[in-house]
């Protein structure tokens, strides 16, 4: 099966801008969980899908957004972008849902955004 | 609410040398726990996950990892160090509850191998 691919693996935007990040999750999977990895604060959770609906939120602000696709296909959105959201997202995809056994998340390359 | 703990933000060793990478987590109910390897401008990489089923997990590449309960550890090792193994390694315990697949990150321990 093809992994986890991310596109853009490359952006550079400026202060106020906004910006879309896509994620295709590897064929069967329906979760699909974004993070945004910095020097300063590490690896951070962002927001989890699945089947199209958001079941987890980590502590960012609204300007974070996303959502996902009936095919599981992930999108997130960043508006206002300010210079400390350059930073690498990472999404990640998983095959079972709540309540069932350990799910493992596979990773895709990242975006690395850099704000200017 | 669920966190681990990576002691040492670097560690360096030789060339087929032990590798030990500390992780202590923190969690009031029995913890998924796993180790990830991240490579110069890659993703992460799962190297083993620990789901209850055995104390000792084997993982890729010769890594393995020892849950004890007693001592709240999740520690990495590997008998021989290879130049490969160069790369930031990250414990992570998946939670807190709620269901759904959040993981929870070390802060990472860069790993050096020399010759």
């Known amino acids: 099966k093809a992994g986890v691919t991310q596109t853009p693996r490359y952006l550079i935007k400026t202060r106020g801008q906004q910006v879309t990040l896509s994620c295709s999750p590897i064929s069967g999977h329906r979760s699909v969980s974004w993070y945004q990895q910095t020097p300063g604060q590490g690896l951070q959770f962002l927001f989890e899908y699945f089947s199209e609906t958001q079941r987890n939120k980590g502590n960012f602000p609204g300007r974070f957004s996303g959502r996902q696709f009936s095919n599981s296909r992930s999108e997130m959105n960043v508006s206002t972008l300010e210079l400390g959201d350059s930073a690498l997202y990472l999404c990640a995809s998983s095959d079972t849902g709540r309540g069932q056994s350990v799910n493992t998340q596979y990773f895709g390359p990242g975006t690395r955004l850099t704000v200017l | 609410a669920q966190s681990v703990t990576q002691l040492g933000s670097h560690v360096s060793v030789s060339e087929g040398a032990l590798v030990l990478l500390r992780c202590n987590y923190s969690?009031?109910?029995?913890?998924?726990l796993f180790w990830y390897v991240q490579y110069p401008n890659q993703g992460l990489q799962l190297l083993l996950k620990y789901t209850s089923a055995a104390t000792l997990v084997k993982g890729i590449n010769g890594f393995e990892a020892e849950f004890k309960k007693s001592e709240t550890s999740f520690h990495l090792t590997k008998p021989s160090a290879h130049m490969s193994d160069a790369a930031e390694y990250f414990c992570?315990?998946?939670?807190?509850?709620?269901?759904?697949?959040?993981?929870?990150f070390g802060t990472g321990t860069q790993l050096k191998v020399e010759l």
């Open positions: 969690s009031s109910v029995p913890p998924y």
């Open positions: 992570a315990v998946r939670g807190p509850g709620g269901g759904g697949n959040k993981l929870t």
